[in-house]
């Protein structure tokens, strides 16, 4: 599986928008990039996933670079319920193991008042 | 809430033993997968079944094993029980086994004294 890179942490002020970044510069063709976070002492939940353009949802935006060799993942306003480990996961599609989730590090975001 | 349940949510047992973790998907996924989640290790993929079968296999010890039964729910045999064993197992679901997004449940916290 490609590999993706992440900082281990990050701090954001309640309300303020926060960037979390990830490069994957092994990143191939039928790689996409998923989004999941896992909330303090819950299982992890499916936030956004994307292949080259940018996406949005409800509960978030991923930004992909042109080269698809980092991403974005945008919360616009972050409230303290976003405190969580944000896991970016790539998924060949072109694998006949496609469905599993190879889980880095991630990024555990702290979010103060 | 998911959809996906796990029972027991906790669990505490010792050396030697043999245990069982029962995973129920959301209605209408045919995919099972199992997770554990260690302090060392993080979060791994251990096992996939999709409609009763076996689909794909990740590091999941030869003294681990698991099922999907006809009504769909699953189960994680865990025997010969050793202390790194004690962990965070959780189950995810989802429809079918191509890049859908997986839903997890609360997981089950096994310890192993």
């Known amino acids: 599986d490609a590999k993706t890179t992440q900082p281990n942490s990050m701090e954001s002020n309640e309300e303020e928008p926060v960037h979390l970044p990830c490069n994957h510069s092994?990143?191939?063709?039928?790689?996409?990039i998923h989004w999941y976070r896992q909330l303090p002492s819950q299982g992890p939940e499916y936030v956004i996933h994307?292949?080259?353009s940018n996406v949005n949802n409800r509960m978030a935006s991923l930004a992909i670079a042109e080269d698809r060799k980092s991403s974005t993942l945008i919360l616009h306003r972050a409230t303290l319920r976003d405190a969580a480990v944000y896991y970016c996961?790539?998924?060949?599609?072109?694998?006949?193991?496609?469905?599993?989730?190879?889980f880095g590090t991630g990024t555990r975001l702290q979010v103060t008042l | 809430d998911s959809g996906v349940t796990q029972t027991p949510k906790h669990l505490i047992t010792a050396t030697g033993q043999r245990v069982t973790l029962r995973c129920s998907p959301r209605?209408?996924?045919?995919?099972v997968y199992w997770y554990q989640q260690s302090l060392d290790q993080g979060l791994q993929f251990l096992i996939q079944?999709?409609?009763?079968?076996?689909?794909a296999k990740g590091n999941i010890l030869e003294r681990f094993s698991a099922q999907q039964f006809p009504d769909l729910h699953s189960e994680l045999n865990l025997s010969s029980l050793e202390l790194g064993d004690s962990a965070l197992y959780f189950c995810?679901?989802?429809?079918?086994?191509?890049?859908?997004?997986?839903?997890f449940g609360p997981g089950t916290r096994l310890l192993v004294l």
């Open positions: 995810a679901s989802s429809a079918g086994t191509v890049q859908e997004t997986q839903y």
């Open positions: 994307g292949l080259t």
């Open positions: 996961i790539l998924r060949d599609i072109g694998s006949g193991t496609a469905s599993k989730l190879t």
């Open positions: 209605s209408g996924d045919l995919s």
């Open positions: 092994t990143i191939s063709g039928t790689d996409y």
């Open positions: 079944y999709y409609n009763g079968e076996e689909r």
